[in-house]
């Protein structure tokens, strides 16, 4: 995956806070796993994974629908920040044992 930017995490948590509660932790690893899929494709190719983009979370998040960014006195958007930054901490743990 390409190096994460603030922007990147917006985008996911406001794609997870388009969906039900039930949905976002499965979707959130989805969109990390198509950025890795996209970033892999990128270097092996040089061109653009043609579903997920440059290999960025922003990329493969900007594939679905997003909410509108709300401020972070919106605890919902809060904890879909919050559960994007859990997932990408799992998934660098998991690749540096990898």
């Known amino acids: 995956m390409r190096p994460l930017l603030h922007g990147d995490v917006s985008a996911a948590a406001r794609v997870l806070l388009a969906l039900p509660q039930s949905e976002r932790d499965r979707i959130c690893t989805e969109m990390i796993t198509e950025a890795e899929l996209a970033d892999q494709h990128v270097a092996q190719t040089g061109k653009l994974h043609p579903a997920y983009g440059n290999g960025s979370l922003m ?11 709300p401020a972070f006195d919106d605890v919902e958007y809060c904890l879909c920040f919050e559960l994007v930054l859990r997932q990408l901490v799992r998934f660098h743990i998991s690749q540096r044992h990898s």
């Open 59 to 69: 990329a493969a998040a900007r594939t679905r629908t997003l909410a509108d960014e």
